[in-house]
């Protein structure tokens, strides 16, 4: 198949809707326009994809990180990630609205227990400090809730997953999107366990990409 081989007006075009400001352009040459939009292109990314709200949203969580308590019960989680939007840049400002249900299965609809806001550094990283979620019938996955907004951007709502939930029999591939529960395979994390001060800890990864509004 004849591959398309890209203009220099379409690689003009790519670099103007990346948001890149080429001066002088009469006397850039097509080499520096193509290493260009080659640099673009390797930043862009996907914007992570939305899940349900669900109905135990509730507004007004505090502004804290460690959503955990010393002794409830439940396996200690750090959830760890950045937040990014779809050019690749650190978005700044962004908050995390973020909560869970109890190692029972059970949200706190009274009270802030495992709910929280997160503000992320100015690196775009950011951590959570709580306990792996229970199971409950409507929604047997253990997972996490994220409603993320930052100026500039699209609100996010959106989900996170365990590759060691028993729910996906041992075969997350196979088994993510079983009885219609987890929509994304990409949001089901690879969980790593290792020791903490006093107790093993489990740890994933969760990044968050987001659309420029």
Not at 34 to 59: C, D, H, I
Not at 152 to 160: F, I, M, N, R, S
């Amino acid at each position: 198949m004849k591959r398309h081989r890209i203009s220099r007006r379409e690689m003009i075009e790519v670099c103007i809707s990346q948001g890149v400001l080429v001066a002088g352009i009469a006397s850039v040459s097509q080499g520096d326009l193509l290493a260009t939009w080659l640099q673009n292109e390797a930043k862009s990314q996907s914007p992570t994809t939305p899940e349900p709200l669900g109905p135990f949203y509730r507004k007004g969580a505090p502004h804290v990180k460690i959503l955990r308590q010393p002794r409830d019960p439940g396996f200690p989680l750090r959830i760890t990630g950045k937040v990014w939007n779809t050019r690749g840049d650190v978005v700044q400002n962004a908050v995390l609205d973020v909560w869970h249900a109890d190692f029972y299965g059970n949200y706190d609809i009274n009270g802030y227990k495992y709910r929280g806001k997160i503000h992320p550094e100015a690196d775009g990283s950011y951590s959570i400090e709580t306990i792996m979620p229970g199971h409950y019938q409507d929604r047997p996955a253990q997972h996490v809730h994220y409603l993320i907004t930052a100026p500039g951007h699209e609100t996010l709502v959106t989900q996170a997953y365990f590759a060691t939930d028993p729910f996906f029999e041992g075969n997350v591939d196979k088994n993510f999107s079983k009885n219609g529960v987890v929509d994304n395979r990409e949001h089901v994390r690879s969980v790593t366990l290792y020791e903490g001060d006093a107790t093993a800890i489990a740890a994933i990864t969760f990044d968050i990409v987001l659309k420029r509004s």
